[in-house]
């Protein structure tokens, strides 16, 4: 099994609507949470980041983590066709260090 | 542009030959990151540099893998005696430490084709 399991989709939702994306994970010592996102032949862009639990907000995208339950979110609102790409979870034991990630979902947003 | 740079960005080869790729991570970077992704999954971590130094490698980087930083520059990732099951996308990255939560920059990556 691995350490950090991720909804692997696809998503597909039209244009305006709420997303969320989720993960998993089993390794109690992940204390630093992160979304990346990809797109097509590139590589993975950081888009928010949280340090343990609690909820993080950065205009139409919203964070949260509860560790209790080993369980992460990622709420896209309003969302747009740009916001079309695979989402990527990412955790660490550490503040700098290897990541560990999960496999990602790829969400399409149709006009 | 000053993001995080590899090279070449494609790669085939012919099974048993070797290759070399090259990363120019941002400038005053102190770390970089070698990850190899395949279709459908996430980066999985190969190793990672602080300025010259190796501090940590996976166990999936086996005796055909070599990595080196040799001026905390630029790095070379090698993989010898290519297998097809080394067909990825290879992703570097590079942070820098003591600034805050470290964020980790990731250049468009060399995809790998053994044939």
């Known amino acids: 099994q691995k350490e950090v399991e991720q909804d692997p989709g696809p998503l597909s939702v039209p244009e305006g609507a709420i997303v969320s994306l989720n993960c998993t994970y089993s390794?109690?010592?992940?204390?630093?949470f992160m979304w990346y996102r990809q797109y097509s032949r590139k590589g993975p862009e950081l888009l928010m980041y949280t340090y343990s639990s609690g909820n993080k907000e950065d205009g139409r995208f919203t964070a949260q983590v509860d560790k209790s339950s080993k369980y992460i979110s990622l709420f896209i609102r309003d969302s747009q066709p740009s916001d079309s790409a695979t989402y990527l979870c990412a955790m660490r034991v550490t503040n700098a260090g290897k990541s560990t990630f999960g496999d990602g979902t790829t969400l399409t947003v149709k006009p | 542009d000053t993001g995080v740079s590899q090279d070449p960005r494609h790669k085939i080869t012919k099974r048993g030959q070797n290759v070399t790729f090259r990363c120019d991570p941002i400038?005053?970077?102190?770390?970089l990151y070698w990850y190899r992704q395949t279709l459908g999954q996430g980066p999985e971590f190969l190793t990672y540099f602080q300025n010259e130094a190796q501090l940590e490698k996976s166990r999936l980087l086996s005796d055909r893998f070599s990595a080196e930083r040799p001026k905390g520059s630029f790095s070379t990732l090698e993989i010898q005696r290519t297998e097809q099951g080394d067909s990825a996308m290879y992703l570097c990255a590079s942070s820098r430490t003591g600034t805050g939560v470290e964020t980790q920059y990731f250049g468009p990556g060399t995809r790998l084709l053994v044939l």
């Open positions: 400038s005053e970077h102190n770390r």
């Open positions: 390794n109690s010592a992940f204390q630093y």
